[in-house]
């Protein structure tokens, strides 16, 4: 599969008048021109992460915090890896001990953190809309770790990000995201993206785990797996968040993966070298089978794990360079 891989060239420096958000909290409402930005800056940190010497002073003397209301090590350890590459400072608090935990509220939370002067806030929280809110209070930027079943741009970059590397491009390709939608912040942000950049959506899910808003998206929907990624280049497995569901959603775990988990026959279903993606955390033998998961000639996995903190640290140069272009 190595073969199929082009070079991105990336730009250097982009002028901050070419992204010019303070924040980056969903990917609904960037242009084209402005993910693309975001994706040509986190090519050229693919390199440098790669290099012996990986560390940059860009962000020499700035504060950033990793706020996050719900547990995701991955996520938040790719945050404080992008921002500690970057030379900032970065400090992970702890929501289980803070004064939340106490009674405080989130507007609290805000005020709080404001008078610590941090330059950029990274949160996560279990409910839609928070982030926004959090945002409206704070004079630094935020960038949106994920909102309950909102957004989560900066996962969706990174498959972009993975996508463009094997493929050279977006725009054109068909993808599939298949299994729980309903829950999946993962799924609204990368049906933003990869519309937006051109490529053509397929929903693949049962009845109950799709949302009722589904068609705004400009998707077409699919209930059986092998129709909704026949002839397909990319399918994107999501994870299936028992955790945010109240009631039956499915007959059974056993049912669920006969009928929409991943494996190498059900994929001969889509294009002869399709590749499958998984935001993880993966419940094997649930959304996708375990030995196609770790398939190096099939999966993107891994590659998406290093696409996480070349995009972040593109989140983070871009939303640092507004700051400072304002301040002159």
Do not use: W
Not at 117 to 146: F, M, T, W, Y
Not at 208 to 231: A, C, K, M, Q, W
Not at 294 to 304: A, H, N, P, W
């Amino acid at each position: 599969m190595e073969s199929k891989r082009k070079a991105v060239k990336s730009p250097q420096n982009p002028p901050a008048r070419a992204f010019p958000h303070k924040h980056l909290l969903g990917i609904e409402g960037l242009s084209p021109q402005e993910i693309q930005i975001l994706l040509d800056l986190a090519d050229s940190y693919v390199e440098q992460n790669r290099a012996e010497n990986k560390k940059t002073d860009l962000l020499r003397g700035r504060t950033l915090i990793n706020l996050f209301f719900e547990n995701s090590t991955r996520t938040r350890t790719s945050f404080e890896l992008a921002g500690k590459r970057l030379g900032g400072d970065t400090i992970n608090m702890a929501v289980s001990t803070s004064s939340i935990k106490k009674g405080e509220t989130l507007i609290d939370t805000a005020m709080t953190l404001n008078a610590m002067h941090p330059d950029i806030l990274c949160v996560r929280h279990p409910h839609s809309g928070a982030v926004q809110l959090l945002a409206e209070k704070v004079n630094c930027s935020v960038v949106n770790g994920g909102d309950g079943t909102h957004e989560h741009p900066t996962q969706a970059l990174l498959d972009a990000q993975t996508i463009r590397r094997r493929y050279g491009k977006i725009e054109g390709l068909s993808v599939a995201i298949s299994g729980d939608v309903l829950h999946s912040r993962v799924a609204r942000s990368n049906m933003c993206l990869l519309t937006t950049m051109g490529a053509k959506v397929r929903l693949v899910a049962p009845p109950t785990l799709l949302p009722t808003d589904v068609e705004r998206y400009g998707v077409d929907i699919f209930h059986n797996l092998e129709d909704g990624i026949s002839g397909c280049d990319i399918v994107m497995m999501l994870r299936l968040q028992t955790e945010r569901m109240q009631g039956m959603y499915v007959p059974s775990i056993r049912e669920y993966f006969r009928f929409y988990g991943l494996t190498k026959e059900k994929l001969n279903a889509a294009n002869p070298d399709a590749l499958v993606m998984h935001p993880g955390p993966m419940n094997r033998g649930v959304e996708i089978d375990s030995e196609l998961a770790d398939d190096i000639d099939r999966s993107l996995i891994r590659e998406q794990v290093e696409m996480g903190v070349a995009v972040r640290m593109a989140v983070f140069e871009v939303l640092t360079r507004n700051k400072l272009n304002k301040a002159q």
